[in-house]
T-cell receptor
């Protein structure tokens, strides 16, 4: 079983809705990540938090808003999304440092109507 | 040129065969390298880290060639359960940076009975 838990597993929302994705890790890691995986595209890194501080924002539109209240929890707040935002959103965690492998959650499959 | 490039495949090989994939990277300052596998509609899972001296884990061997800027994965005596997409991952940000992690598009492998 994965030590990284994501909820919900599936989400369908309209373009005017506001929803949040949740990620929790039980591995004692201090870095957490959000990725987007669209069909036939590589994983795209969206946000990185290290010790609760955001260290990376890869030019992600402001309709995606991350929140990291502590090293174990990560949220992705969504509002006024577009159909092209439909994708699998994956959360990962690792010990800090780029030479550490990441552990992924099962992902949230998001569909925008 | 893509930062991390993989042959998308699919590679279709019989059970028991040996198969190898390469992955090229463009940033010569890249520090850390990994192979992940991703099953259909599942999250990526770490297969192995890739060390400068090369490393082996059972039927899997990973090699790094810094001069030519590629890493390779060799699978011996392939099993049906090896069918998956294999993702090459490169950290270009240095050992202290958790953020500059680039995923390749993946190579699809299908093992037939």
């Amino acid at each position: 079983e994965t030590g990284v838990t994501q909820t919900p597993r599936h989400l369908v929302m309209g373009m005017t809705n506001k929803k949040s994705l949740k990620c929790e890790q039980h591995l004692g890691h201090n870095a957490m990540y959000w990725y987007k995986q669209s069909a036939k595209k590589p994983l795209e890194l969206m946000f990185v938090y290290n010790f609760k501080e955001q260290t990376e924002n890869n030019s992600v539109p402001s309709r995606f808003s991350p929140e990291c209240p502590n090293s174990s929890h990560l949220f992705l707040h969504l509002h006024t999304l577009q159909p092209e935002d439909s994708a699998l959103y994956l959360c990962a965690s690792s010990h800090g440092g780029g030479n550490q492998p990441q552990h992924f959650g099962d992902g949230t499959r998001l569909s925008i109507l | 040129r893509k930062e991390v490039e993989q042959d998308p495949g699919p590679f279709n090989v019989p059970e028991g065969a040996t198969v190898a994939f390469n992955c090229t990277y463009s940033n010569s300052a890249s520090q850390s390298f990994f192979w992940y596998r991703q099953d259909c509609r599942k999250e990526p899972k770490l297969l192995m880290s890739v060390y400068s001296s090369g490393n082996e884990d059972g039927r899997f061997t990973a090699q790094l060639n810094r001069a030519s800027q590629y890493i390779s994965l060799l699978i011996r005596d392939s099993k049906l359960s090896d069918s998956a997409t294999y993702l090459c991952v490169v950290n270009v940000g240095g050992y202290s940076s958790a953020s500059k992690i680039i995923f390749g598009s993946g190579t699809r492998l299908s093992i037939r009975p």
